[in-house]
């Protein structure tokens, strides 16, 4: 179904066929460190910047249990209770609650190994611990959704159309409804008229239009569509 | 009984671990995870395949299997790491086609092989790397990546054009 690659090419494929080995002492010191992060020791390296799906859970738990500890010390000490705020248990992070649909083909994810746990930043105390939280989860969600768009842009710059329609994708599928969904219609629109596919590009300004009359990626999307 | 499954099953990882952790290390240089990372990344997909193990069926090859878990963890430090840590990825994989001149034929192809890939978008850099190079059939990929068998041969194709042309820029660069 597929044509066959140049000789050439095959030839510089068939080099790197053979996959290298590795020294023993290494794979001895990454298999420790697999079987410590499985068995739930500290040497796994920290593997994420954003809290994951049970660091999430873990913070959650522990605020609850300080909440909860918080909220008798005060009835017992005749503390105003109803200016502390009842312990929640925090939503789960994005990455929890909506796994990356960018790659559904891959395997999922297992829950992080507890050496990530293990490194979850201590809990704040209660009353103030939950709104960081909520502002981290959303910091991180907006950063992924930039980093996206980021690549996009640079790449509509560089006229690299396929990159840009497939950060442009990725986005689509990560954050149907993203924060930067005006942006990323704006940039489709753009690496659309890149690869020649007008009529798609008109369709999408069209919707742009309508959804966004007043955007300040007005002008951007129309300089794209003139001939 | 569970205890004898469970350490069963351990043996079982350990052995595969050791047998193909080089092939998970060189799969994520591969997918465009740098040198000072590799040990890293290989933990985080070994973890996640000791958490799978139970549902590996073992009448089927490993490699496209633990393929599949490497894709994932080379697309998760992707999305760790800032576009210009991208940029700096190529640069260096640039750097590295270009480098040792009295190199031999066949570490120079593979010099130009490994840069010529980190031009491929990560979807189809893994379809290609998969078929081109780990000879595993668009029937395997798709049931792997659960991704359409037709979805393969697009990225298949797509990703044999930017190769192509990579390597051709490449040969263009090489110092004469």
């Known amino acids: ?227 | 009984m569970a205890t004898e499954a469970i350490v069963g099953t351990d043996t079982r990882f350990e052995s595969v671990f050791r047998s193909e952790f080089p092939y998970v290390s060189q799969s994520l240089r591969r997918l465009g995870v740098r040198e000072g990372d590799i040990d890293d990344v290989a933990q985080e997909v070994f973890v996640s395949v000791h958490g799978k193990f139970g549902h590996y069926d073992a009448r089927r090859p490993v490699r496209p299997w633990l393929f599949a878990f490497a894709v994932r963890a080379a697309s998760n430090y992707r999305n760790r790491a800032s576009v210009r840590r991208e940029e700096s990825l190529k640069a260096g994989a640039h750097e590295m086609s270009s480098t040792g001149s009295d190199e031999s034929d066949k570490a120079h192809a593979r010099r130009v092989v490994m840069a010529a890939l980190q031009d491929i978008e990560l979807d189809r850099r893994a379809v290609f790397i998969a078929h081109e190079i780990d000879g595993v059939s668009p029937d395997e990929i798709a049931r792997q990546l659960s991704i359409a068998v037709g979805t393969v041969y697009t990225r298949l194709h797509r990703a044999r054009a930017e190769f192509t042309k990579a390597v051709e820029r490449i040969e263009q660069e090489k110092p004469s």
């Open chain 1, 1 to 227: 179904m597929t044509a066959p690659l140049d000789p050439r090419l095959v030839r510089l494929l068939d080099a790197e066929r053979e996959v290298p080995k590795e020294s023993p002492a290494r794979i001895e010191r990454v298999l420790d460190r697999v079987r410590s992060s499985v068995a739930g020791g500290t040497g796994g390296a920290p593997l994420s910047p954003g809290l994951s799906g049970r660091q999430a859970t873990a913070l959650a738990t522990v605020t609850f249990l300080l909440g909860g500890a918080l909220g008798l010390w005060f009835g017992r000490s005749g503390v105003d209770t109803e200016r502390v705020s009842s312990p929640v248990v925090l939503p789960a992070s994005p990455a929890t609650t909506a796994p990356p649909a960018a790659q559904p083909s891959l395997p999922v994810q297992p829950e992080p190994t507890s050496s990530v746990v293990a490194r979850a930043r201590p809990a704040p105390a209660t009353v103030a611990a939950r709104e960081p939280t909520e502002q981290l989860a959303a910091a991180t969600t907006l950063d992924r959704e930039r980093q996206l768009l980021d690549v996009a842009r640079a790449a509509v710059r560089e006229r690299n159309a396929n990159v840009a329609l497939d950060a442009v994708d990725r986005h689509a599928h990560e954050f149907p409804s993203g924060l930067l969904f005006e942006e990323r219609l704006s940039l489709e629109i753009q690496a659309l008229m890149l690869i020649g596919d007008r009529p798609t590009a008109e369709t999408r300004a069209a919707r742009f239009r309508e959804l966004f009359p007043r955007s300040i990626f007005l002008s951007t999307t129309a300089a794209a569509l003139t001939p």
